[in-house]
């Protein structure tokens, strides 16, 4: 069974410039979560998906990101324009069910440079 | 606030050297704690899921345990290939908002088992 997929796994931008990640789930899960791992420290979520609804975006920084998951499948994180302290790796992870497990299947993530 | 911390922040062993790293955690409405690990350039691989104080769970040589107040992953003869750093997170139960569960991760132990 394939894991859960993301690209691009490296990146490098420049401040202001926009960048996007994408993320495919593990079959069948209908749960998809965004976490943003800075160097040194554990995951931080930044939205959590069920299905095509967003349930927890309280800890998405509105003002330059923005995610989508279409038809409840994919989903696509966005950053525009990018600042120095959003170079990080950005971890997706979905899950089977929504409520009640903290069993989440990771991507190896997508690591944002910003110079 | 709920808090998550894990200790030591590193960890160095020689191989065989039995030890056991902590997650103790100050959160109100605790719905589980869960055991991560996580290699270098990859997302975090699930490893246990405790829901009681008292419980606990197995898997090689590695063993978790739960109190009301931390958890414990024993390592018991580790091995190099043990090497990685080990993440706790717990969930707990929101009242508020659109989602009713909230997952934190702490910041992980670096363990290094040398030959």
């Known amino acids: 069974e394939a894991g859960v997929v993301q690209s691009p796994r490296y990146k490098i931008i420049e401040k202001k410039q926009p960048v996007a990640f994408w993320c495919n789930p593990i079959?069948?899960?209908?749960?998809l979560y965004w976490y943003r791992q800075n160097l040194g420290q554990g995951p931080e979520l930044l939205i959590r998906?069920?299905?095509?609804?967003?349930?927890?975006d309280s800890q998405l920084p509105k003002d330059r990101f923005s995610a989508e998951r279409l038809k409840g499948v994919d989903s696509t994180l966005k950053i525009q324009p990018a600042e120095l302290g959003d170079s990080a790796v950005y971890l997706c992870?979905?899950?089977?069910?929504?409520?009640?497990?903290?069993?989440?299947?990771f991507g190896e993530g997508s690591r944002l440079t910003v110079l | 606030e709920d808090q998550v911390t894990q200790s030591p922040e590193a960890l160095r062993l020689q191989e065989g050297e039995s030890s056991s790293l902590n997650c103790s955690y100050t959160v109100s409405g605790l719905r589980g704690l869960f055991w991560y690990r996580q290699d270098p350039g990859k997302g975090p691989e699930f490893l246990f899921t405790l829901y009681s104080a008292g419980e606990e769970k197995e898997k090689e040589r590695l063993k978790a345990t739960l109190t009301k107040k931390e958890s414990f992953l024993h390592i018991t003869a580790p091995k190099p290939e043990d090497s990685a750093t080990y993440l706790c997170?717990?969930?707990?139960?929101?009242?508020?908002?659109?989602?009713?569960?909230?997952?934190?991760f702490g910041k992980g132990t670096l363990l290094t088992v040398n030959p």
């Open positions: 992870a979905s899950s089977l069910v929504g409520r009640g497990t903290g069993e989440l299947f």
């Open positions: 079959s069948g899960h209908n749960t």
């Open positions: 997170a717990v969930q707990v139960r929101l009242y508020s908002g659109g989602s009713n569960y909230k997952l934190t």
């Open positions: 998906y069920e299905n095509e609804e967003a349930v927890d």
